[in-house]
């Protein structure tokens, strides 16, 4: 497997998308989130590849989470499990704050489909 650190608009994308699925205003606490999701990515990689350790960059700002394309609900689970598959190298981060993050925003994601609602939940 080959492991990478996404981009930042990566990551700025889904907790952008996330803070409109809940339909709040972005603060610096999404920014908080980025960091940790990008974190999560990077010690993954550097996990690894332990003789190239990426670098870790800047912290988000919520300006620049704002500033974030918006993701329609397909593009926004492929890219998040895009992330997940990413930042899944160390044994610590299943059932961390970064994949439940994750999870989450599929979750989310997933409901607002087209034909979510009316498709069966049994049969």
């Not at 970064?98 to 979750?107: F, G, K, M, Q, V």
Request: hydrophobic share 45%; charged share 25%.
């Amino acid at each position: 497997m080959s492991a990478f650190v996404v981009s930042r608009e990566h990551v700025a994308a889904l907790v952008k998308y996330l803070a409109e699925v809940e339909t709040r205003e972005i603060t610096q606490t999404d920014a908080l989130k980025a960091d940790v999701l990008l974190a999560a990515n990077v010690l993954s990689v550097a996990h690894r590849y332990p003789h190239d350790i990426p670098e870790m960059e800047e912290p988000f700002t919520a300006a620049e989470i704002r500033k974030a394309r918006t993701l329609p609900a397909l593009h926004a689970i492929s890219l998040a499990q895009s992330l997940q598959y990413q930042s899944c190298e160390r044994d610590d981060y299943e059932n961390s704050v970064a994949e439940r993050w994750t999870r989450t925003l599929i979750d989310r994601a997933a409901s607002r489909l087209p034909g979510w609602d009316a498709a069966p939940w049994t049969i």
